[in-house]
């Protein structure tokens, strides 16, 4: 996709083909296929650091994001706000690492469940 012409970019059939291959070509997709929740969804089911050529709905979505913290904690630095003040959300994140507390919103961050949740994982959360 990288050479592609700007219509292929934008082409679902095309980048849909081309993500499946390799979850690196959403990077090179136009922005209404970086804003497609299948396109989206095949890239960063392969890899969670897909989440980074997405658009910002893409970023919002509760599924795209919980695909891609469910690989790796580090995908919250790429989803949206609204998601890191989603109080079910930031427990579920903080299963895969408790670093994602310092991701939270502040509200959720002083929320005693929530905190307990990552101490339990990681004493050292105490620390944020």
Do not use: P, Y
Request: proline content about 0%; hydrophobic content about 50%.
């Amino acid at each position: 996709l990288e050479f592609a012409s700007d219509a292929l970019r934008d082409d679902c059939r095309v980048v849909l083909s081309a993500v499946r291959r390799d979850w690196r070509a959403l990077q090179f997709a136009g922005g209404a296929m970086r804003n497609n929740r299948e396109v989206v969804l095949t890239a960063v089911r392969q890899d969670w650091s897909a989440l980074q050529f997405a658009e910002e709905a893409m970023c919002a979505d509760r599924e795209v994001v919980l695909s891609a913290v469910s690989q790796d904690w580090r995908a919250v630095l790429f989803v949206s706000d609204e998601i890191r003040s989603d109080r079910s959300f930031v427990l579920t994140s903080i299963e895969k690492g408790w670093c994602t507390l310092d991701f939270a919103a502040a509200h959720l961050r002083a929320d005693d469940e929530i905190v307990m949740a990552a101490v339990r994982r990681d004493g050292k959360a105490v620390q944020l």
